[in-house]
């Protein structure tokens, strides 16, 4: 492979090796990769050396090591934006090449949570919620698990399509235009039943995004819980000096 033949530490050189595998296809994502004795074998090095390159990869997300499983390949994600981009999940999946689509788990009509309606529906007619589960796919697979609430008077659940962004539903239905969001985000531990509806590892990151959506005039409109899969959705912010 020509390591030796570098002049730059052996470390570097086998981060390199192991990138071109990746890109020539040798190695494809979730793949996984051969045990550290293996690879320092077919690489030349020491297993000092290999796992020093290993823990580089790891930090730069190119693999990922599951403890008493092995090291595999990470997915890349399929898309990635700036958090300050307010976008619905379709358009996201959408601007990836993905073709979207909706796996939907339960509709209902619920009492508006105290919580909410002191802090955003106070002014509410209607003391009563529509509560949506779905399940957001790209190209079929399991990316966002979404709970989305808004009051009942907005939009009523016989409207809630099944092909439709909730921003489309409500642009179309009530004239309603979500203009921007307040965002919190965190990571999640494992919980069973998000994991298992998003196919997802047991140590696989998954980011919560829970986000109030208001309209320009400062109407909030849309709580929304959104569990990204991490390893298909990466998210950035710019920050500025001040």
Known sequence: MGIRSDSRHLYLQVIDKIKKDIEKG???????????????????????????????????????????????????PIFSSGIEQLSSVTDMIEQSGKKAGTLYLKA?????????????????????????????????????????????????IEHISKEESLFTLLEKYTNIHIDYAVTYIEPI??????????????????????????????????YSQNYFRSDMFSFHVLRKRV
């Open 189 to 222: 531990s494992f919980h069973r039943r998000i994991y298992n509806i998003l196919n997802c590892e047991p140590d696989q990151a998954v980011l919560l995004l829970k986000q109030m959506h208001y309209t320009s005039d400062d109407r909030p409109v849309l």
């Open 26 to 76: 040798k190695y494809k994502q979730k793949d996984k990769l051969p045990s550290e004795y293996q690879l320092s074998k077919q690489l030349g090095v020491s297993r000092a050396t290999l796992r020093e390159a290993l823990r580089t990869l790891e930090e730069e997300n190119v693999i990922i090591r599951r403890h008493g499983v092995g090291t595999f390949i990470n997915t890349k």
């Open 108 to 156: 209902d009509i619920i009492h508006t949570p105290e919580k909410l309606k002191e802090e955003y529906f106070s002014d509410i007619h209607n003391d009563s919620m529509v509560r949506m589960e779905r399940v957001r796919t790209a190209d079929t697979e399991p990316v966002v698990f979404c709970i989305d609430q808004l009051p009942e008077d907005i939009i009523p």
